[in-house]
């Protein structure tokens, strides 16, 4: 494969280990999103599950069971939502982990590109200047054979 070539086969490789990293954060930021919603949701269930405020008393025993059977199913749910928000972290951290693992391997590859670039650019100033060096060379022979 010629230089160039296979400095834009590495242009592509960084192209790809890049949409690699967005896709890998958009992952993230969507996990994230979850665990947000279910803070939420816990919050709000411990607002519901919250004692009466001094206004709101129950009257009778059929209430008071039922509040009672309320309160319970309320926790039940939150503790369902707790066990999914701590899921749901340990998801996020192999999502965080998988995106770290996507930016270094994009910075190394980005890093093999910019120096097959330096290299392959050092090349072509060798080649221009033995170029140079030549015409110059010839031009002075001209020049000495003509005195």
């Known amino acids: 494969m010629s230089k160039p070539r296979s ?3 590495l242009n592509v490789m960084v192209g790809v280990r890049q949409r690699e990293v967005e896709r890998a ?4 930021k969507t996990k994230h999103a979850l665990l947000q919603r279910y803070r939420n949701n816990i919050s709000l269930l411990e607002q519901l599950s919250a004692p009466p405020s001094t206004g709101q008393t129950v009257f009778n025993s059929s209430q008071a069971m039922n ?3 309320y309160k319970g199913q309320l926790s039940q ?13 340990a998801d ?3 999502s965080r982990q998988s995106l770290l693992a996507a930016r270094l391997k994009r910075e190394a590859m980005a890093q093999v590109h910019a ?3 330096r290299h392959l650019l050092r090349e072509q100033e060798r080649r221009e200047q033995k170029h140079t060096d030549e015409a110059a060379g010839q031009s002075w022979q ?5 005195f």
């Open 77 to 89: 749910i939150k503790l369902s939502q707790q066990q999914d928000l701590a899921l749901s972290e």
């Open 25 to 28: 954060a958009d992952e993230l």
């Open 67 to 69: 509040m009672s059977a």
């Open 7 to 9: 400095l834009q086969a």
């Open 142 to 146: 001209r020049q000495a054979q003509r």
């Open 92 to 94: 996020a951290e192999l």
């Open 115 to 117: 120096a097959a670039a």
